[in-house]
């Protein structure tokens, strides 16, 4: 996992908590490279798990809250440091279905190795998107808070439904965006 996610993931902790609970939580984790994240490293999605578990037990917020809050915040990151890929588009459809064609293959291009997950779009019915998830990491409760972050960001009025499709490692996560709802 890039280390971008981890070094945005501290700030949050930092600016939504304290100092404090960075330094309690890099150190209840114990990461091999001790927290020391640079935006273009890689490292084990494993830490940033439990990074986030940490945070759950000195926070008492549950860890699926916590990854929706983070991925809400993720995205306004990244709205705010890769301004020209995300105001290329008008709106949450148009920029959502260009997750794979152009968000993907713009990443690749910063992060070579970077390992994304994959997203398969559906239009089934105006005014209605379906975004199918899929990663080996199963992080949907990051995704839906970088859903939730590009709903907010764009300013539109679309109401978010979530179900799992199928079962085991091969599960993934159904997202229904519904505009106007």
Do not use: W
């Amino acid at each position: 996992m890039k280390g971008v996610v981890f070094t945005v993931f501290l700030e949050m902790v930092e600016e939504k908590f304290s100092a404090d609970m960075v330094d309690d939580i890099l150190r209840d984790a114990n990461p091999e490279n001790g927290g020391a994240y640079t935006s273009v490293g890689t490292y084990s999605h494993e830490e940033i798990v439990a990074l986030v578990v940490s945070l759950s037990q000195h926070s008492g917020i549950a860890v699926p809250d916590l990854l929706k809050a983070f991925g809400e915040y993720l995205f306004a990151q990244f709205a705010l440091s890769y301004p020209q890929m995300i105001s290329a588009r008008a709106d949450v459809f148009s920029f959502l279905s260009g997750i794979e064609d152009v968000i993907h293959s713009e990443v690749r291009k910063l992060y070579p190795d970077a390992q994304l997950p994959r997203f398969d779009i559906e239009h089934p019915a105006k005014g209605t998107m379906v975004m199918v998830y899929r990663s080996i990491r199963h992080f949907e409760d990051l995704c839906e808070g970088l859903i939730l972050g590009c709903i907010k960001h764009f300013g539109e009025s679309i109401a978010l439904s979530r179900s799992t499709v199928g079962d085991g490692p091969g599960r993934a996560e159904r997202f229904e965006l519904t505009r106007g709802a």
